[in-house]
């Protein structure tokens, strides 16, 4: 299959947004009913196309990046069209790609105006979200990473809420802030290292010689990430984003576009400036805890639903950066696990809270109440949604927070008492708001009307199939981290190993023998010393011939 | 005289003069034919002032080979070069597109005259005078031939206030320039007892060589022409007149004026920078650096707080204005060698500045009916929901203008950073791209304009006339396809500095 060669398949992914953008703008202006459809149907087509790097992916590959595409794009600048995917932006492009088809489904009945415009918006969205996490050419990142902000900023300002404007504007400026400073960084990364190619840089990282330079590095290309993630001082933006965007543009905006900033951090910040990222671990660490703790508060005190949903996601994003910057292999695979979770399990809560101003056409906790008895399905959704993000064993919250807790845990044990401080206010506000507004008094019922007939009255029934499909299967997936993730660790673990190796062990070469939690890391380094073995630690029968030669 | 010696003139050097002489001929010839047309029938004036546009761009197009050798004509007094050529074609596109926005605003202002696009061509004769002049007296005229149809065609509408006073005001300080900037030519003229630009060029290394460091001289000529120039594009100190009279010309003439003049300016600052005082180059590149940095300021501070898009649009001309003049100041390296990916990225950013800023005067073009200019940014309120594409084109010459890719903007923006950074200047480029913030809230106030806001109580749709179509579609293509596929208009901007300019 041409389409879906390892050489193609990059692009085949990519594309389909596009041409789904390109499909729903040919449909006639008037024939709402037929772009919702051709919409639907390239967004699953979308979600469909990245499902083959499931099983084409190997995760014990010797070279870094599979499915490398590489074009010359603008030959005399040296920037090239170069994609490839590792392990981390494998499970980030999945996440979009199932993010984007539930988004779009999800916009089905809440987005009623200018349809066709909308759904353009959307696919383009997509394809400048896939195109962060698939990029290995630092010019091709910045172009989607910035080109993505202005169809979001149109999502935002064409259908959103009341105080659209202010809020859509505030995103915008908060992104092109990030952004300008990030492209000088790029310009003087490119200068130092003359090349735009990622994989150089992450083969020779900016080691303790660059000087001041990788200082300067880290604060521009933090700016953007920051502000993405977002972190501490740079979060205000997000909030009033997400409680003014329609519902589909909600779900990217916070399941997906959050994680690019996360992303940065993994595959820049991180492997490409280790000193620098050791040298402020302490702030970054301090910062991240700020947002957990901080988060967890305002969260506790909302009574919009949307902005609760907001701060807890903040709080949750909090735990990625924490994650990536305990500067461990645990805190690194938690951080991605903690992307996978909170885009996935805030998608479903985004969707559920639409669904309840869409029917209610309010959005304080307060106006709903005893949905419960009502609607029995979106209840059920609703509370497995909340119980997962507020970290429930078997479902993804919990192992995702557990696991860059437990990194946490080894660097310092009160950072992790931090931490569970903020979990212990998340959870706490997602029950307090699950109790308020699914059972108690019914809001809607009076005492005259019995509550079948309310359950009858139009425009306040339980969930339909449409509605259920995208909400299930948002909460398989988090069950699905939640009970089984052997096989995403399996993913993420070479990735996981070389950024952390790459950058530590082979910056500090004494950090192994100081530090008595790498243990699990030592045994797959010895793995890596004879990449013949293909299935590597992941099966027993693979590792128990390295773990002999450990010993 | 016989046919033949009329062919051997044209085989001569006067076959040099061909795309110039095309816009004169049918300049005259729309003043001539115009009496034969009956009121309807004015419009067919745009039909041969585009017929003169189209032939001055085919005699371009054949002097492309012997542009490769650098040929001189008249004495050396003008010369056929890349430089030419490539600026001939943007300037012409330029002149093409004006045209064609004019017709449907003259015809709902009423007052469609043959002399209106008599002088667009003759404003742009001087325009291509002023990218192939290479001696001092030609230069002037072609300027003051530039100059004197914009005053005019900013004046076009006698009754109405705002037009005269942008014409008074756009003249008064023209003609201030010029003089400034006639003065600096006489300098030069002393130096080197010629006018030829090529003996210019000799006697001022010359004199460089006789008097290292401080050449009071030279540098009065140097101060006095930049300032004459810079009134011409625009640049801050002498920016004063830009925002009147972009406010008060016909917008079709304000694009013109924004785009044409603006170009047609950096053609001249171009050939006199990297000639004459490419001797001087550090002293000049510093010069840049400042006025490129005032600019920035000016027009980027003084936009944020516009209502009217035109005014607005002046300003985001001066501060766009700022960032070429900052990509001028990375074509010298700190030790006064030649950056060549800097004067590639000013080449780049003049040649697709044309086409988006041109867009975004064409769509508020768009937006006149009758009796009425509409260019007030509360003109533009939900338009996305009006008249969607136009809303969508002025989106994207919007997020060109500020920089954000996929458009030409970004990869100009991206380059001139980039020589910024590579030539030494760390700091002018940090100052670049601290700008482009403030600009993206000005220029994103017009699209939440078009996006956030109800239409008003008019919800009457802009309406698109063939001619503007083909405006319109010639300016986004250009913009996106530079913004995408960059790679054609790099070449294109390299070879217009090939040769004796530089490299």
Known sequence: MFFFSDHHILCTVLLTPLFGALAVWCVPRGLAELQRKVANGFALLGLGVALPLIWKFHADAPEPFQFVTDGNWIPSLGVHFRLGLDGISLTMVLLTALLGAVAILSGWSAVREREKEFYVWMFLLQAGLLGVFMSLDFVLFFVCWEALLVPLYLLIAGWGGAKRGEAAMKFLLYGIAGSVVTLLAILALAHARGTFDLREILLHPFMADAGKLSFWLFWGFFLAFAVRVPMFPFHTWFADALAEAPTPAAVMLAGALLSTGAYGFLRISVPMLPVAALRYQGLMIALSLIAIVYAGFICVAQKDLKRLVAYASISQMGFCTLGIFTLTPLGLYGSVLQQVSHGVVTAALLIATGILSERRGAETVSDFGGWAKLRPRFAAIFTVAALAAAGLPLLSGFIAEFTVLRGAYDLRWSVAAWAVLGIILVAGALLLMIQRTLFGAAADSTAENSVEEIAASSGLADLNLRELAPLGALLLVSLWVGIYPGPLLRTLKRPVERTFENAFLVCFPKARAVEPTRGASDGQKMDRTQPNSVTGAATPSANAPAAEKAK | ?503
Not at chain 2, 123 to 148: K, R
Not at chain 2, 333 to 344: F, P, T
């Open chain 2, 1 to 503: 005289m016989d046919w033949h010696s009329i062919f051997e003139i044209a085989r001569g050097d006067a076959a040099f003069l061909f795309p110039e002489a095309m816009l004169v001929f049918f300049g005259l010839a729309t003043l001539l034919t115009d009496f034969l047309l009956t009121t309807e029938q004015k419009s067919w004036n745009a039909l041969t002032a585009m017929l003169g546009v189209a032939l001055s761009g085919a005699s371009l197009w054949v002097l492309v080979r012997p542009a490769a050798e650098y040929v001189t004509a008249f004495s050396n007094s003008i010369v056929v070069d890349p430089f030419f050529i490539c600026f001939g074609c943007v300037l012409l596109a330029a002149t093409a597109f004006t045209i064609l926005l004019s017709v449907r605003y003259l015809q709902v202002a009423g007052r469609q005259g043959a002399e209106f696009y008599a002088l667009i061509l003759f404003a742009a004769t001087g325009m291509l005078f002023l990218a192939s002049g290479s001696d001092l007296v030609v230069l002037f005229v072609a300027l003051e031939m530039m100059s004197i149809s914009f005053y005019i065609l900013t004046g076009y509408f006698r009754s109405e206030r705002r037009s005269n006073e942008a014409a008074v005001k756009s003249m008064l300080t023209g003609a201030f320039s010029s003089a400034v900037l006639a003065y600096g030519f006489s300098i030069l003229y002393g130096i080197a007892g010629s006018t030829n630009l090529q003996a210019i060029e000799r006697a001022v290394l010359q004199r460089h060589a006789d008097f290292p460091g401080m050449d009071l001289l030279t540098f009065l000529a140097l101060g006095t022409i930049t300032a004459g120039v810079f009134a011409k594009i625009a640049a801050v100190p002498f920016h004063f007149w830009a925002p009147d009279a972009y406010e008060g010309a016909p917008t079709p003439v304000s694009a013109y004026i924004s785009v044409g003049s603006q170009v047609a300016g950096f053609a001249l600052l171009l050939r006199l920078y990297l000639t004459v005082f490419w001797p001087v180059n550090v002293d000049w590149s510093a010069l840049m650096a400042v006025a490129g940095v005032l600019s920035l300021t000016v027009g980027t501070f003084a936009a944020l707080t516009q209502t009217n898009l035109k005014r607005l649009l002046a300003y985001s001309s001066i501060a766009q204005g700022g960032y070429i003049l900052l990509g001028l100041a990375s074509a010298v390296n700190r030790d006064g060698s030649l950056h060549e990916r800097g004067l590639q990225a000013t080449v780049f950013y003049i040649f697709t500045y044309v086409f988006f800023n041109a867009g975004a005067f064409a769509v508020v073009t768009l937006l006149q009916r009758r009796g009425e200019i509409n260019d007030e940014i509360d003109d533009l309120n939900g338009l996305a929901r009006r008249n969607p594409v136009a809303a969508v084109l002025m989106l994207i010459f919007l997020m060109s203008l500020g920089g954000i890719p996929p458009t030409a903007g970004f990869v100009a923006k991206l380059l001139v950073l980039w020589s910024l950074v590579e030539s030494g200047h760390p700091y002018l480029a940090l100052a670049a791209a601290l700008f482009i913030l403030p600009s993206v809230y000005y220029y994103f106030r017009i699209v939440a304009a078009m996006w956030v806001r109800e239409p008003g109580e008019e919800p009457a749709t802009p309406l698109i006339t063939v001619a503007q179509k083909f405006a319109l579609a010639g300016m986004v293509a250009v913009t996106l396809a530079a913004g995408i596929f960059p790679e054609q208009f790099l070449h294109f901007a390299r070879y217009s500095v090939l040769g004796p300019l530089g490299l």
